[in-house]
Nanobody, 114 residues
């Protein structure tokens, strides 16, 4: 079983930057890692994902503003968020999956204010 712990959430003003970290309880070699978010009253949506080879995929709402990366040795994933918008306010969740196994972190709140 893999445990994930997110950190780095908080408040930021519109246009500002914030970085999230997801620390796994073990290595993440071979796992796809993703960041998802859920705003109040909305469904959880994909923010970004990164496969073991480094290929990335981004949700349309964050393309060009967010960057996902990973360090397999450290068992850690990162999400750099720039040019924040008010609609980026949500709980952000880390996710890893591999061959039918899937794990989620507890989530971290990110609030973007004017």
């Amino acid at each position: 079983q893999v445990q994930l712990v997110e950190s780095g959430g908080g408040s930021v003003q519109v246009g500002g930057s914030l970085a999230l970290t997801c620390k796994a309880s073990g290595t993440i070699f071979g796992w796809t890692m993703g960041w998802y978010r859920q705003a109040p009253g909305k469904q959880r949506e994909l923010v970004a994902s990164i496969v073991p080879g480094g290929g990335t995929n981004y949700g349309d709402a964050v393309k060009g503003r967010f960057t996902i990366s990973r360090d397999d040795v450290k068992g850690t994933g990162y999400l750099q968020m720039n040019s924040r918008k008010a609609e980026d306010t949500a709980i952000y969740y880390c996710n890893v999956h591999w061959r039918g196994e899937e794990y989620w972190g507890q989530g971290t709140q990110v609030t973007v204010s004017l």
